[in-house]
């Protein structure tokens, strides 16, 4: 018998993989230059701390996740250990923070597309207002419109992003070692 309070499983280990690298994999192509600009020569060490922070996170999101499985994350955490109301303090901070991530990612994400289009169409038309901020609003809709539809199927859409950057990573990776060794 199966039971009620449980969540349905519709994501598979490949899609919640995806999930925690499409959160780290945006942060990095967000922030890495950022970090070496600021951080210059001790960009290695704020890495290193940076990594330390999102595996604490994670095995302490993953502990917690097998200890309560219901939805909610971290505002039911808080709720759970601290009370009603920071659990709800916890819950509107999280979502004051995927409302600015949402943002800060169009907006960057508008970037390197129009980095694109500037290189191989020799126009810079996403570069300029209104036009970035108008395709980062479209973005947005588009995404918002994904979830709605389902998990299932944003899950999916996070997979294909996902599996091109990791082969295009490896494609780096390959060609670098290549270039390395001759």
Same mark, same amino acid.
């Given at each position: 018998?199966? %039971?009620?309070?449980?969540?349905?499983?519709?994501?598979?280990?490949? !899609?919640?993989?995806?999930?925690?690298?499409?959160?780290?994999?945006?942060?990095?192509?967000?922030?890495?230059?950022?970090?070496?600009?600021?951080?210059?020569?001790? /960009?290695?060490? /704020?890495?290193?701390?940076?990594?330390?922070?999102?595996?604490?996170?994670?095995?302490?999101?993953?502990?917690l996740a097998s200890k309560y499985p219901v939805a909610g994350g971290a505002q039911y955490y808080a709720y759970r250990?601290? #009370?009603?109301?920071?659990?709800?303090?916890? #819950?509107? !901070?999280?979502?004051?923070?995927?409302t600015v991530d949402i943002a800060l990612f169009s907006l960057a994400s508008v970037g390197y597309l129009g980095f694109l289009v500037k290189i191989f169409a020799g126009k810079s038309?996403?570069?300029? %207002?209104?036009?970035?901020?108008?395709?980062?609003?479209?973005?947005?809709?588009?995404?918002?419109?994904?979830?709605?539809? !389902?998990?299932?199927?944003?899950?999916?859409? %996070?997979?294909?992003?996902?599996?091109?950057?990791?082969?295009?990573?490896?494609?780096?990776?390959?060609? !670098?070692? %290549?270039?390395?060794?001759?």
């Open positions: 018998m199966v %039971n009620e309070t449980e969540l349905k499983r519709e994501v598979g280990k490949f !899609g919640s993989f995806s999930m925690g690298y499409a959160d780290i994999g945006a942060d990095i192509y967000i922030s890495l230059g950022l970090i070496a600009l600021y951080a210059y020569t001790a /960009a290695p060490i /704020a890495l290193l701390i940076a990594s330390i922070a999102y595996i604490t996170t994670g095995l302490s999101y993953a502990e250990a601290f #009370g009603r109301l920071n659990g709800f303090i916890a #819950g509107w !901070g999280l979502m004051l923070d995927y038309v996403l570069m300029v %207002n209104p036009f970035y901020g108008l395709c980062a609003i479209f973005l947005i809709i588009i995404l918002i419109g994904l979830n709605i539809i !389902g998990i299932k199927y944003s899950s999916r859409f %996070n997979e294909i992003f996902v599996f091109i950057d990791l082969l295009t990573i490896a494609a780096i990776v390959i060609l !670098g070692l %290549n270039l390395a060794i001759t």
